[in-house]
Nanobody, 126 residues
Framework: QVQLVESGGGLVQAGGSLRLSCAVSGRTGSRYAMGWFRQAPGKEREFVAA????????YYGDSVKERFTISRDTAKNTVYLQMNSLKPEDTAVYYC???????????????????WGQGTQVTVSS
Protein backbone atom coordinates (compact mmCIF):
# COMPACT_ATOMS: atom_id res chain seq x y z
CA GLN A 1 0.00 0.00 0.00
CA VAL A 2 1.31 3.44 -0.92
CA GLN A 3 1.21 6.21 1.63
CA LEU A 4 1.91 9.91 1.03
CA VAL A 5 2.45 12.24 3.96
CA GLU A 6 2.74 16.01 3.51
CA SER A 7 4.40 18.35 5.96
CA GLY A 8 5.67 21.91 6.15
CA GLY A 9 2.46 23.87 5.94
CA GLY A 10 1.67 26.75 8.23
CA LEU A 11 0.97 30.45 8.55
CA VAL A 12 3.21 32.94 6.77
CA GLN A 13 3.01 36.60 5.86
CA ALA A 14 2.65 37.72 2.27
CA GLY A 15 6.03 37.78 0.56
CA GLY A 16 7.35 34.98 2.73
CA SER A 17 8.39 31.43 1.92
CA LEU A 18 7.51 27.89 2.90
CA ARG A 19 8.80 24.50 1.83
CA LEU A 20 6.39 21.59 1.70
CA SER A 21 7.57 18.01 1.80
CA CYS A 22 5.82 14.83 0.69
CA ALA A 23 7.22 11.53 1.91
CA VAL A 24 6.24 8.48 -0.13
CA SER A 25 6.26 4.97 1.30
CA GLY A 26 5.24 1.58 -0.07
CA ARG A 27 5.83 -0.07 -3.46
CA THR A 28 9.57 0.09 -2.90
CA GLY A 29 11.53 0.27 -6.15
CA SER A 30 8.60 1.52 -8.24
CA ARG A 31 8.83 4.58 -10.45
CA TYR A 32 6.33 7.40 -10.19
CA ALA A 33 5.67 10.95 -11.23
CA MET A 34 4.58 13.37 -8.53
CA GLY A 35 2.26 16.32 -8.47
CA TRP A 36 1.16 19.04 -6.11
CA PHE A 37 -2.39 20.36 -6.10
CA ARG A 38 -4.23 22.80 -3.88
CA GLN A 39 -7.79 23.52 -2.94
CA ALA A 40 -9.12 26.67 -1.35
CA PRO A 41 -12.53 26.82 0.37
CA GLY A 42 -15.33 26.95 -2.17
CA LYS A 43 -12.99 26.41 -5.10
CA GLU A 44 -12.07 23.46 -7.26
CA ARG A 45 -8.81 21.58 -6.89
CA GLU A 46 -6.07 23.42 -8.76
CA PHE A 47 -2.91 22.03 -10.31
CA VAL A 48 0.26 23.54 -8.85
CA ALA A 49 3.28 21.60 -10.11
CA ALA A 50 4.46 18.19 -11.27
CA UNK A 51 7.74 16.36 -11.70
CA UNK A 52 8.49 13.25 -13.71
CA UNK A 53 10.57 10.22 -12.89
CA UNK A 54 13.98 9.94 -14.57
CA UNK A 55 15.06 13.33 -15.88
CA UNK A 56 12.78 15.18 -13.42
CA UNK A 57 10.99 17.24 -16.02
CA UNK A 58 8.84 19.84 -14.29
CA TYR A 59 5.65 21.65 -15.13
CA TYR A 60 3.87 24.47 -13.27
CA GLY A 61 0.48 26.03 -13.10
CA ASP A 62 0.34 29.57 -14.46
CA SER A 63 -0.45 31.11 -11.08
CA VAL A 64 2.74 29.80 -9.44
CA LYS A 65 5.30 30.00 -12.24
CA GLU A 66 8.51 31.80 -11.27
CA ARG A 67 7.55 31.59 -7.57
CA PHE A 68 7.29 27.88 -6.78
CA THR A 69 9.81 25.12 -7.43
CA ILE A 70 9.15 21.39 -7.31
CA SER A 71 12.01 18.96 -6.74
CA ARG A 72 12.55 15.38 -5.63
CA ASP A 73 15.07 13.35 -3.69
CA THR A 74 14.71 9.87 -5.10
CA ALA A 75 16.93 8.31 -2.45
CA LYS A 76 14.66 9.67 0.27
CA ASN A 77 11.41 9.05 -1.66
CA THR A 78 10.50 12.65 -0.94
CA VAL A 79 9.19 15.46 -3.12
CA TYR A 80 9.42 19.12 -2.19
CA LEU A 81 7.58 22.26 -3.11
CA GLN A 82 9.52 25.43 -2.41
CA MET A 83 7.11 28.35 -2.31
CA ASN A 84 8.50 31.88 -2.49
CA SER A 85 6.87 35.29 -2.73
CA LEU A 86 3.70 33.89 -1.26
CA LYS A 87 0.44 35.75 -1.77
CA PRO A 88 -2.84 35.63 0.16
CA GLU A 89 -4.41 33.89 -2.84
CA ASP A 90 -2.00 30.98 -2.32
CA THR A 91 -3.94 30.10 0.84
CA ALA A 92 -5.27 26.57 0.46
CA VAL A 93 -4.87 22.97 1.50
CA TYR A 94 -1.97 21.53 -0.49
CA TYR A 95 -1.98 17.90 -1.57
CA CYS A 96 0.73 15.76 -3.09
CA UNK A 97 -0.14 12.92 -5.44
CA UNK A 98 1.69 10.03 -7.11
CA UNK A 99 1.24 8.61 -10.60
CA UNK A 100 2.62 5.09 -10.98
CA UNK A 101 1.14 4.38 -14.41
CA UNK A 102 3.07 6.90 -16.54
CA UNK A 103 6.01 7.84 -14.37
CA UNK A 104 7.92 9.65 -17.15
CA UNK A 105 4.96 11.76 -18.27
CA UNK A 106 3.80 14.62 -16.07
CA UNK A 107 0.22 15.81 -16.05
CA UNK A 108 -1.90 18.60 -14.52
CA UNK A 109 -4.97 16.35 -14.47
CA UNK A 110 -5.92 15.05 -11.00
CA UNK A 111 -7.48 11.87 -12.43
CA UNK A 112 -4.05 10.76 -13.64
CA UNK A 113 -2.79 10.31 -10.11
CA UNK A 114 -3.24 7.08 -8.24
CA UNK A 115 -2.48 8.04 -4.65
CA TRP A 116 -2.99 11.20 -2.61
CA GLY A 117 -1.80 12.57 0.69
CA GLN A 118 -4.07 13.93 3.39
CA GLY A 119 -3.14 17.56 2.70
CA THR A 120 -1.40 20.32 4.60
CA GLN A 121 -2.81 23.78 5.24
CA VAL A 122 -0.98 26.84 3.95
CA THR A 123 -2.27 30.22 5.09
CA VAL A 124 -0.80 33.46 3.78
CA SER A 125 -1.76 36.61 5.66
CA SER A 126 -1.81 40.03 4.04
Amino acid sequence: QVQLVESGGGLVQAGGSLRLSCAVSGRTGSRYAMGWFRQAPGKEREFVAAISWGDSTTYYGDSVKERFTISRDTAKNTVYLQMNSLKPEDTAVYYCAADYRLAWVISPIPERYDYWGQGTQVTVSS
